[in-house]
T-cell receptor
Framework: KQEVTQIPAALSVPEGENLVLNCSFTDSAIYNLQWFRQDPGKGLTSLLLIQSSQREQTSGRLNASLDKSSGRSTLYIAASQPGDSATYLCAVNEDFNKFYFGSGTKLNVKP | GAGVSQSPRYKVAKRGQDVALRCDPISGHVSLFWYQQALGQGPEFLTYFQNEAQLDKSGLPSDRFFAERPEGSVSTLKIQRTQQEDSAVYLC???????????FGPGTRLTVL
């Protein structure tokens, strides 16, 4: 079974810092990988979807990279803001319709 | 609809009661997923539908859990004889089928006393 690990489990940074969240997975035979954010008491909001053939995707201040062979993805957040405070989850997709999630990184950006 | 909706948002059940959780996917989305999220954990896959067909139910934890999507749109997750360990947030997601990017609803928080 695919195992997805996210490090660190929690992160606190001052506003304006650039930061990197890490996601690793055990089986490199993936279809794609998706990054989400989850605000307390809310559902998941899709941030970026990277296909297995891609190396990275960018949306605004967010950049996600994928190294399938080594089983790693990173989410880079530039110039962090207090509104970025949330839990960030990565999900690995093996067969188009089955996703395995990590436990998330809880990010706190201090004003 | 504009997004995935779920109802109720909160449900408190006494141990042994049956519960039914509803999911309305994004209009036109053929794929629908149910997940269970325990506190402090990521969502765990329960089951998946393509239109009205339940193609994968490997994540359902026991035969007390049952899901249906009879007309290929709205889906219901039913839990019979609820146990305390069923307490969790139940998330529903849908995708168009051509892309598997998933869009999530707000979830139903189930508390079993």
């Amino acid at each position: 079974k695919q195992e997805v690990t996210q490090i660190p489990a929690a992160l606190s940074v001052p506003e304006g810092e650039n930061l990197v969240l890490n996601c690793s997975f055990t089986d490199s035979a993936i279809y794609n990988l998706q990054w989400f954010r989850q605000d307390p008491g809310k559902g998941l909001t899709s941030l970026l979807l990277i296909q297995s053939s891609q190396r990275e995707q960018t949306s605004g201040r967010l950049n996600a990279s994928l190294d399938k062979s080594s089983g790693r993805s990173t989410l880079y957040i530039a110039a962090s803001q207090p509104g970025d405070s949330a839990t960030y989850l990565c999900a690995v997709n093996e067969d188009f319709n089955k996703f395995y999630f990590g436990s998330g990184t809880k990010l706190n950006v201090k004003p | 609809g504009a997004g995935v909706s779920q109802s109720p948002r909160y449900k408190v059940a006494k141990r042994g009661q049956d519960v039914a959780l509803r999911c309305d996917p994004i209009s036109g989305h053929v794929s629908l997923f149910w997940y269970q999220q325990a506190l402090g954990q990521g969502p765990e896959f329960l089951t998946y539908f393509q239109n009205e067909a339940q193609l994968d139910k490997s994540g359902l934890p026991s035969d007390r859990f049952f899901a249906e999507r009879p007309e290929g749109s709205v889906s219901t997750l039913k839990i019979q004889r609820t146990q305390q360990e069923d307490s969790a947030v139940y998330l529903c997601a849908s995708s168009s089928g051509t892309s598997n990017e998933q869009f999530f609803g707000p979830g139903t928080r189930l508390t079993v006393l």
